[in-house]
């Protein structure tokens, strides 16, 4: 379906702008009636641009540049770091800055704006197609610069439509941008404004197939039943365009069925659904490591492989209902990203912990001669709980309300920003963001964890090495399998089951901090 929601011009390649103005020429003090720079002192594009000759302008653009095939661009900079757009300014030709920011408008530069807006620029004027700044930076896919844009054009037609009665949030949904639309979301952005076709951005969130805007538009309210002009609600149209599983996806990720658009039921409100998965994990694995102790391992691992499955089924299936409604099977995406979300994974290092902590108490703690390991082993157990808690509990960094509007205008992207759009990262280990107020929490526990994971290993060897009694000659032990390791799977296959998926973590772990340091 040709959609009218496609932007005509294209993206141009992006450059690093200087946030100070360019120094004046150096005659500048000696002309009289103009400012412009002298031809052989700054590229062709920059003089035509500060003597505001447009037809040079047009034809620069349009044209390769004498070094390259490529074509000059309103991004290009001199050997200061200068853009036209800067020349054009300081020298006050209102048409040449036009022309240049018509063709640079696509590149999201936050530092411009910011430039552009202390010095008085009306962000309010619509270009020939009826963009005003907020759409443009829409168009740009910057998230930073609408939000930006938000908190500095106070009062802002947060809604304001062009020619075809597209709102920016209408524009951010077909464009797939889940970012932007969370933020025009927050700012109060009409979640169900119609266009000159009858479409709300909910239906171009389906024209698009971006599940995780459809998801942040339900989850914010967004009426499922409202009609195109055509009587197509965003579900007709999700048929229609092959979209559906995408549709269903989102609307089950959050807690609708996507056939009626009611709330699917749940066993457990979700305080309770959270701290059931802790027990059922803590439970599971404890089972996991008794047999292992129980059974030959020939034997045991079929039946940990099927109780590991069972944990798994019972929290994703029947806990989060991951899968469990029509429409769910196929969506592997969607699955996992409500799975990460949820605390799973957090309780399978908080149930490690506990079952280290009770072999360490029930078995290592007597042993004699071993002191000082036992004391050290106390210290980070108590370390990695502890700030393992805290890197759960602690705010990563957000920054709420109006009144903070200033603090997120001056935040700068953080250079690890890969798997969270708001933080440095999403870590399902922890059950939370990794941002500036909990980063160092977050190494703290990672680096107790490696030294408690060493010193439990030390202390394993120890146990078997003072309490595990000699092989009976009877006993088989493979010749390639050191004595030790068969005496210790005879004597407490318990301890050893845990001392060794304890050790399974250390690779990981290692890896982990060597990357954060």
Same mark, same amino acid.
């Given at each position: ?75 290009? !900079? &001199?050997? @200061? $770091?200068? *853009?036209? =757009?800067? /020349?054009?300014?300081?020298? +006050? ?5 036009? #022309? %240049? ?59 304001? !439509? &062009?020619? @075809? $009665?597209? *709102?920016? =949030?209408? /524009?951010?949904?077909?464009? +797939? ?5 969370? #933020? %025009? ?13 009858g479409l709300t951005p909910l239906h171009?969130?389906?024209?698009k197939g971006n599940s995780t805007c ?53 066993? %457990? ?182 030294v408690g994971v060493i010193l439990f ?61």
């Amino acid at each position: 379906m040709a959609s009218p929601l496609s932007p005509q011009p294209k993206s141009l390649p992006t450059t690093s702008l200087s946030p100070s103005p360019p120094s004046p020429p150096p005659n500048a003090q000696h002309a009289s009636t103009s400012t412009a720079p002298a031809a052989p002192a700054l590229p062709p594009l920059h003089v035509a641009a500060a003597s505001n000759d447009l037809q040079s302008l047009y034809a620069l653009l349009d044209s390769p540049s004498s070094s390259s095939s490529i074509p000059h661009t309103a991004n290009d !900079t &001199d050997a @200061e $770091g200068t *853009t036209p =757009l800067h /020349w054009a300014a300081i020298n +006050g030709h209102v048409v040449a800055a036009k #022309v %240049l920011l018509e063709r640079g408008r696509k590149n999201g530069h936050l530092p411009l704006v910011h430039l552009l807006l202390k010095h008085g620029a009306d962000p309010s004027l619509t270009d020939d197609q009826s963009f005003n700044a907020l759409h443009l930076s829409i168009h740009s896919s910057s998230a930073f610069l609408v939000a930006y844009l938000l908190l500095t054009l106070q009062p802002l037609a947060l809604d304001s !439509t &062009d020619p @075809e $009665g597209h *709102t920016g =949030l209408a /524009w951010a949904c077909y464009q +797939g941008d889940a970012i932007s639309v969370e #933020v %025009l979301l927050k700012a109060g952005a009409d979640k169900d404004r119609k266009d000159r076709m009858g479409l709300t951005p909910l239906h171009w969130a389906v024209t698009k197939g971006n599940s995780t805007c459809i998801r942040r538009l339900v989850e914010a309210g967004a009426d499922l039943s409202q009609r195109d002009n055509e009587g197509k609600t965003p579900r007709d149209l999700a048929l229609r365009l092959k979209s559906i599983a995408a549709y269903d996806r989102a609307l089950i990720e959050a807690g609708l069925d996507p056939e009626t658009g009611r709330k699917l039921d749940r066993p %457990l409100d979700e305080r309770n659904t959270n701290w059931a998965i802790f027990g059922v994990v803590a439970g599971a694995m404890g089972a996991m490591f008794e047999t292992l102790a129980a059974l030959p391992w020939y034997t045991s691992w079929l039946l940990v492989g099927a109780e590991a499955f069972g944990m798994h089924h019972l929290v994703a299936r029947v806990l989060l209902g991951v899968g469990g409604a029509k429409g769910a099977k196929g969506h592997s995406h969607g699955s996992s990203s409500k799975v990460t979300k949820s605390p799973y994974l957090c309780a399978v290092i908080t149930s490690s912990l506990i079952w280290v902590a009770y072999v360490w108490i029930t078995r290592y703690i007597s042993l004699p001669d071993h002191a000082v390991l036992n004391i050290l082993f106390g210290l980070s157990l108590v370390s990695c709980a502890w700030w393992f808690a805290k890197a759960i509990r602690l705010d990563p960094g957000t920054v709420r309300g109006p009144g903070m509007g200033e603090e997120l205008k001056e935040t700068r992207r953080p250079l690890r920003s890969k798997h969270s759009y708001a933080t440095e990262r999403y870590c399902p280990w922890i059950w939370n963001d990794v941002g500036v107020n909990n980063h160092r929490q977050f190494l703290l526990f990672v680096a107790s964890l490696v030294v408690g994971v060493i010193l439990f290993t030390r202390l394993t060897f120890g146990y078997f090495y003072e309490k595990a009694p000699d092989l009976h000659p009877d006993s088989y032990c493979p010749s390639l399998v050191p004595s030790l390791l068969c005496m210790s799977l005879l004597f407490d296959p318990f301890a050893l089951s845990i001392a060794s998926w304890s050790l399974l973590q250390l690779t990981w772990t290692i890896i982990l901090l060597s990357a954060q340091i």
